[in-house]
């Protein structure tokens, strides 16, 4: 998951450059300004060369990498360093990652945890997911998302998704529903929030628990509200690959009196720090430690301006690249806030006479930093689903008859359908407006060279 690196080495940019010059004289052209280039013109003024063939970038110059660390988080690690403990419980550097965590996702119980699996591990042992229980979920998102039901005995059902968001279709969830069903949980996949309100009717509807998996989603809203605050559960990563990190690390919070008491214990190897006492439950150490929990806080004063930029360029790659025909932009609710982990956007196949292989190679020609896909398959394709093999080969809940789960036999063609077709488009922080208009000039040029 490399969205926010690059191997790109500096390149120096032309005045004016032969694009420019082709851009303006077909501007002219259209205008009847200016009499057609004359036969010797190797190219058309309208649709200009490929890269690919030989002709100039639409990408002229190199998104500078964002600096992602530095002083606030040494600051941190020098006042950590001079604790005589480095346990999160009470510590100052987790006590504090706790209360900025807070104003970014207001929720009354929070556990720091040393991953996003983590966090998602210990949000579905507190809702309570024990063996053969049915957690409805996306088939396109991190594989982390559903370790933590598996290791309950829990059975994650795939259910398809919007064909632009990305995300649950929550007619595809209701399908799913069973008398065995226990919960959802909502991938806001790339920081594009679910359809949290119908989300949240189905599992009233059907008194399922909301789990909100966050981790692409930082500093995202829906309808104005914080993403997070309106599941049951909120769970984020800290992983290195996203908006903000401390190496590896992750929150897990609840504003629900019934789950939030239970987070700490089930992150803690089942022990209850406040009331202490005998072993009540069984839990593993997703423990973080202080010197995480320093790097975290100070990364939290970074997020509001990471999330604010990115939500800004990838909207206006959206307006840029709108309209295009065959071309299906990444799709937000206009109230909502998407922090674009990544672009992605999809071609629908029959409108080009290229494939997604030629289309990508020729998009980075031009210099935009893109790639093919996501992830290669939906979860449920990969070998260990597909031979129901998580335990040394075995499935203990199938073999029990607690689930009739076939795995080989799960569909979820819109899903299969989007990772077939969609294209990847890095978006970061320290990228420019312009820059971004650059990459959108690529896709145009592009989807017009190979538009069937
Ligand atoms: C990264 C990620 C996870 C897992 O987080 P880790 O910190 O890598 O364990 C879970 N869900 C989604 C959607 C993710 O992107």
Redesign the pocket.
Known sequence: MRTNESSQSAQPASAVSRREFLAASSAALLAGTLAPISSGAVESPIAPKLALNGGEKAVKQLSKLPIRWGEPERERLNAMLDQDSLFYWKGPQTTLLIERFKKVCPVKYVMPCS????A?HIAVAAAGIGPGDEVITSPV??I??VIGVIYQQGVPVFADLGASTYNLDPAAVERRITPRTKAIIA?H?CGNPCDLRALKVIAAKHGLVLIE?A??AWGAKYRGQPIGTIGHFACF???NS?HITCG?G?LVGSNDERFGPLLQKFGDKGFDRVKGGLFESFATNYRMSEPQAAVAAAQLERLEGIINKRARLGNLLTEKIAGLPGLLPHQVHPEDRCGYWFYFFRMQRSAFRCDRAEFVKALAAEGAEVSAGYIPVPLHRNPVFMKHSFFEGRWPVREFGLTTMDYSKHQTPEAEAILQTGIRVTIHEAMTEDYIGSVAEAIRKVARHYVA
Do not use: I, Y
């Open positions: 991953s996003g699996t983590a998602m998102t991190d982390g998302t991938v996949l998996d981790a692409q990563s800290l992983q996203k590896d992750g």
